[in-house]
C-alpha cells in the first residue's frame, strides 16, 4: 500500500506466524494449558503404557488385597493402592487408559466424519436430500444410544469394535442435525452465492466456503460427545456388556469396585476420578480451540477470562 512517497507493506503472515500467536494465546489461558498437559498425560500413557505396565497390571499379590492408597510400603506402584486380588491400581488405570480411548476416539471420530459429511451435503442442496436425511436422523434418535446399545451388545458380542460401532451409528444423527443448520444458512450467503456465480463446484463449495465455517462448531460438539461416549462406555461396563475381562478399561474398574465400594473406596473412585478429569479437561479444550478457531471472537482470548463472558463493542 502506498502513501505518497512512502511504500507500506502489510507484514506477511505464514502458517509459522499462525503456530506462534495459537500457541501465545494457549500460554494466556491457564485453565487450557492445564487441559492440555492432562489430556497429553492421558495420551502418552495410552501410547506406552501397556508395554510399561502390562505386567505389573495383571500381577496377582494376594499379599497386598485392598491395600490403600498413598502408601509406599510395598513400592511406587501401590501409590493408589491396589485391588481385591492384590493388583496395582495404579498400573491398572495406565493400562485401561488405552481400552478407554480406543473406544471414545474411534467412535466419536466415525460419527463426526460421516454425520458432517453428510449434514453439510443436505443442508447445501435442501429439498429432497435434507427431507430424507432429517427423517432417517429422527429415526436413530427415536432410540436412545444407551438402549440401542445394550439391545445390540446383548444380541452380539460384548466387544470394543461392537462398542465403537454401535455408538458411532448412535451419535452420528447429532453431527448431521448440526451440520445440516448450519450449512442451510451459509448457502444463501454471498460469499457462497459468488462461487456459485463463478462456476464452482457444489463439492468445492462445501470443501472451501462451508466447512471451514462449520468446523468450530462440530468440533465442539465433537468433544462433548466424547465425553458422552466415554461415560456411556462405563456405564455399559457397569451393566456387565461393555468391555470385558482379562481387558480394562476405566469403566470396567468402577463396576469392578462397586461390590467394595465401602470397604476400599478407592478402587472405584480413582478410575471414576480419571474419567471425570478426562472429560472435563477435553471440554476446557474445546472451548478454548472454539474461540481461537474463529476470527470474529478470537479477540475474546486476549481478554481476562472472567471478562470473557461479557458483551463488548469492538472497535
Not at 443442508?123 to 436422523?137: D, K, P, T
Not at 446399545?149 to 469394535?161: C, D, G, I, N, T
Amino acid at each position: 500500500m502506498t502513501n505518497g512517497d512512502f511504500m507500506i507493506e502489510s507484514p506477511a503472515v505464514t502458517p509459522a506466524t499462525r503456530r506462534t500467536n495459537w500457541w501465545r494465546l494457549l500460554l494466556r489461558d491457564r485453565f487450557a494449558c492445564l487441559a492440555v498437559v492432562i489430556l497429553l498425560i492421558v495420551a502418552a500413557s495410552a501410547l506406552v503404557g501397556p508395554m510399561l505396565f502390562g505386567d505389573l497390571a495383571v500381577k496377582q499379590n494376594l499379599r497386598a488385597v485392598n491395600r490403600p492408597p498413598f502408601s509406599l510400603d510395598d513400592g511406587w506402584a501401590f501409590a493408589l493402592g491396589s485391588d481385591s486380588l492384590g493388583r496395582s491400581l495404579l498400573a491398572r488405570l495406565i493400562v485401561a487408559s488405552r481400552t478407554t480411548l480406543s473406544v471414545a476416539i474411534p467412535a466419536v471420530v466415525i460419527s463426526l466424519v460421516i454425520g458432517s459429511i453428510w449434514g453439510m451435503w443436505a443442508g447445501y442442496h435442501r429439498g429432497w436430500r435434507e427431507n430424507v436425511s432429517m427423517r432417517v436422523a429422527d429415526v436413530i434418535l427415536s432410540f436412545p444410544s444407551l438402549l440401542l446399545a445394550v439391545v445390540v451388545l446383548y444380541v452380539f458380542s460384548p466387544s470394543a469394535l461392537n462398542i465403537v460401532l454401535v455408538l458411532a451409528i448412535a451419535r452420528i444423527p447429532i453431527y448431521l442435525r448440526a451440520a445440516r443448520a448450519e450449512s442451510a444458512e451459509l448457502q444463501s450467503r454471498l460469499f457462497v452465492d459468488a462461487a456459485r456465480t463463478f462456476g464452482t463446484k457444489s463439492w468445492a463449495i462445501i470443501a472451501r466456503h462451508v466447512a471451514p465455517t462449520v468446523l468450530p462448531t462440530l468440533f465442539t460438539v465433537a468433544t462433548l460427545d466424547f465425553c458422552f461416549v466415554m461415560l456411556t462406555e462405563s456405564s455399559l461396563s457397569f451393566l456387565g456388556i461393555g468391555i470385558q475381562p482379562p481387558d480394562m478399561s476405566w469403566g470396567l474398574m468402577v463396576a469392578q469396585g462397586r461390590a467394595v465400594l465401602q470397604s476400599a473406596w478407592w478402587i472405584a473412585v480413582f478410575p471414576g476420578l480419571a474419567i471425570v478429569v478426562t472429560t472435563v479437561s477435553a471440554t476446557v479444550l474445546a472451548s478454548w480451540a472454539r474461540l481461537a478457531m474463529d476470527p470474529g471472537q478470537r479477540w475474546r482470548l486476549t481478554l481476562p477470562r472472567s471478562r470473557r463472558g461479557k458483551k463488548e463493542v469492538r472497535p
